[in-house]
């Protein structure tokens, strides 16, 4: 067989895919950057750390205990990182749903940030579990239907499933496949609905898992609302991370970013939506302490961090968001998006890991490779989507077709 | 057994009701804030008045600039000096800039003369002209690490230098104001919209600001040549000065 002939257009399909145009050395020279050496760094030593963990098992990589049987995994990993992710079905939604259009060249990196969140959450959750080889029994073989737990693993791996579907078109874009790109498009509306569904689902029932721990989450935090609070707070929080993302994307992809895009009025559209949301998230956690009635509490040490973490990251946030927006202040905007984000990461801190068991003796304090695996897969998160951004119709959906044009 | 008050339980349903009405009579005036824009803008204008602004269709035309038809403007100090930057016209038919490559202080310029470049992502470089003639006094560093200041702000943070001028009496004569450079720059409009492709024309009909980077959308393929063209800096301006 004509085995060389074929060998051509593969080497050039992988130099044009793949190493961006560039001979292998030529690509390889130019991963050599800081950020590129930084990331291989951190990998270097993150996935030696990986491979501990699976080989000793929990009880040799984490401080994790019978007392604390949850960490940074679940609390960083899973929960910050699921609503981080939010901005995928929250624009989505706010597009393919509410018609809001305008919005459009911002939900494809939204969907990929989605997409990567829920993916590294997924492995996140992998290395948690003590015998993740058994992950299969909850969801084909032994359902536990009444389990919060059941749902949550239902949807988190539906909608993974979604978001993927949901970002094949700019795959098929860039692989050039026509008739697949059509078939792709024509879901998107089914996708969007689907994923809205599983969203309202999961994002509140990771919170309804607290529901069983009256007695070990702090009387502050726990609340009957909790469901709810999750929901509304990922709300903000896709958005926060939609901001956020875009400011960085433009800055370190200023070649492949649609110019034609006045991207900051939509960072002033989205602030609007957060400084609602956040107003709103307030009051009803408001209504949860008065619900419980838990104002004595607030004047405890725990009290003052309830009050840093509603106040300094919901309500002034929710303030700067609405000031911001008002006064077309974008770097603000952006600031306070950074700002929520890390409120939201210090919220499911709180309550999965530190008002949770706020009275045991035994306080969890994670462990060296537990925060290097989470360093770990946020630094492979990160590198993947550069390298998709790079190759794929992302961050300007016309940059393919353009180049067929010309 | 757990012990049973009404009236604990009752004060604490008067307060979540007090919580809910709370939030509703706040709710309606937070979202008027958080979702108008043009009053506060206004207001603000009104507040500084140094930052007055005459709107000229899509671009505003300060009142208090002097303007260069290489796009560029001017506004005479108190202390002396000459604050210069360039328009938001040419903001927005070049952007977004990797850089700005600005005079060095102490370095002439010259009305009508090329003083300084505004580069683009792809190393390509675009001229602008100087609209009064003097030696560099300062220039703005801030640009250099956020040279679409320029855009953001272009009669505000984005300004490019400061001049000590030599003979600004008979520059000024050479630069438009008030009425003349809203006349001037609804032309230059005109003349834009006669060139736009299909997309920009979208834009326009929305009402919206033009995009960024307009001469791009016109011609990608020679936008730099068109946008020399708008700023008074092409060959042929060059061989006609």
Redesign the interface.
């Given at each position: 067989m004509s085995s060389d002939a074929r060998a051509l257009p593969a080497r050039g399909w992988v130099t044009d895919k793949l190493f961006l145009g560039l001979s292998l050395t030529d690509y390889l020279k130019s991963l050599l950057t800081p950020g590129t050496i930084i990331a291989g760094l951190i990998m270097a030593v993150g996935i030696p750390v990986i491979i501990y963990r699976f080989a000793y098992g929990l009880g040799a990589a984490t401080n994790l205990s019978q007392t604390n049987p949850w960490g940074i995994w679940i609390g960083f990993d899973m929960l910050a990182g699921v609503a981080l992710a939010a901005g995928g079905y929250t624009l989505a939604t706010s597009v393919y749903i509410f018609g809001l259009k305008e919005y459009h060249p911002i939900v494809r990196p939204a969907i990929l940030t989605g997409f990567l969140g829920y993916l590294f959450a997924v492995l996140g959750l992998t290395a948690d579990l003590g015998r993740p080889w058994n992950l299969p029994v909850p969801l084909f073989i032994s359902w536990g239907g009444p389990s919060v737990m059941f749902e949550i693993a239902w949807c988190v791996v539906l909608y993974l499933t979604v978001l993927f579907l949901e970002f094949l078109p700019p795959v098929f874009e860039w692989l050039g496949w026509k008739k697949a790109l059509s078939l792709a498009n024509k879901t998107t509306i089914g996708l969007t609905v689907f994923g809205v569904i599983l969203s309202t689902l999961h994002q509140s029932s990771l919170g309804g898992l607290f529901l069983m721990a009256p007695t070990k989450l702090h009387p502050l935090w726990y609340s009957p609302f909790i469901p709810a609070y999750f929901f509304i707070s990922s709300i903000a929080a896709g958005l926060a991370m939609v901001i956020v993302e875009s400011g960085l994307s433009h800055r370190a992809f200023?070649?492949r970013v649609d110019?034609?895009?006045?991207v900051?009025?939509l960072v002033v559209g989205l602030a609007?939506g957060a400084?609602?949301v956040l107003?709103?998230y307030f009051?009803v956690k408001?209504?949860g302490v008065?619900?419980g009635?838990r104002w004595h509490l607030l004047g405890t040490g725990y009290g003052l961090w309830f009050l840093v973490e509603i106040v300094g990251f919901v309500l002034v946030p929710s303030m700067l968001?609405?000031w911001g927006?008002?006064?077309?202040r974008?770097t603000l905007i952006r600031w306070t998006a950074a700002w929520t984000v890390l409120g939201i990461i210090v919220n499911r801190l709180n309550v999965s890991v530190i008002a949770l068991n706020w009275n045991a003796a035994d306080r969890y304090v994670p462990s060296w490779m537990e925060v290097t695996l989470s360093l770990t897969l946020i630094t492979i998160g990160i590198s993947s989507f550069r390298w998709i951004v790079n190759r794929m119709p992302v961050l300007n959906e016309h940059e393919i077709t353009?180049r067929h044009h010309? | 057994m757990i012990p049973h008050d009404i009236l604990?339980l009752y004060s604490?349903k008067m307060?979540?009701y007090g919580?809910?009405i709370?939030?509703l009579l706040l709710?309606i005036p937070?979202?008027r804030?958080?979702?108008?824009?043009a009053t506060?803008?206004a207001t603000?204008r009104a507040a500084v008045p140094a930052r007055k602004k005459a709107e000229s269709g899509w671009f505003p035309v300060p009142a208090d600039r002097l303007f260069h038809q290489g796009h560029a403007w001017a506004r005479p100090d108190s202390d002396g000096l000459v604050t210069v930057g360039l328009d938001g016209f040419a903001a927005r038919l070049v952007?977004?800039l990797?850089s700005v490559a600005l005079p060095q202080v102490g370095s002439k310029v010259g009305q009508g003369e090329r003083a300084w470049r505004l580069m683009t992502?792809?190393g390509q470089g675009v001229d602008m002209l100087a609209p009064v003639d003097g030696t560099i006094a300062a220039i703005n560093t801030d640009l250099a690490k956020d040279p679409d200041a320029t855009i953001?702000d272009p009669y505000g943070k984005g300004w490019l230098v400061r001049v000590r001028p030599d003979r600004l009496r008979a520059n000024l004569t050479n630069l438009l104001t008030g009425q003349a450079a809203r006349r001037w720059m609804d032309e230059t409009v005109a003349g834009l919209q006669a060139r736009l492709s299909p997309?920009l024309g979208a834009l326009a009909q929305d009402g919206?600001?033009p995009?960024?980077?307009m001469a791009?959308?016109i011609d990608?393929?020679n936008w730099h040549g068109l946008a020399r063209t708008y700023l008074l800096t092409s060959e042929k301006e060059d061989g006609r000065a």
């Open positions: 200023k070649s110019h034609h895009v006045d900051d009025k609007r400084s609602i107003f709103c009051f408001l209504q008065a619900d009635d968001f609405a927006a008002r006064n077309r974008v353009g010309a | 604990t604490a307060l979540e919580i809910a709370l939030f709710f937070f979202w804030f958080s979702q108008s824009t506060a803008l603000a952007g977004p990797a992502d792809d953001a997309g919206g600001v995009v960024s980077g791009r959308v990608a393929a």
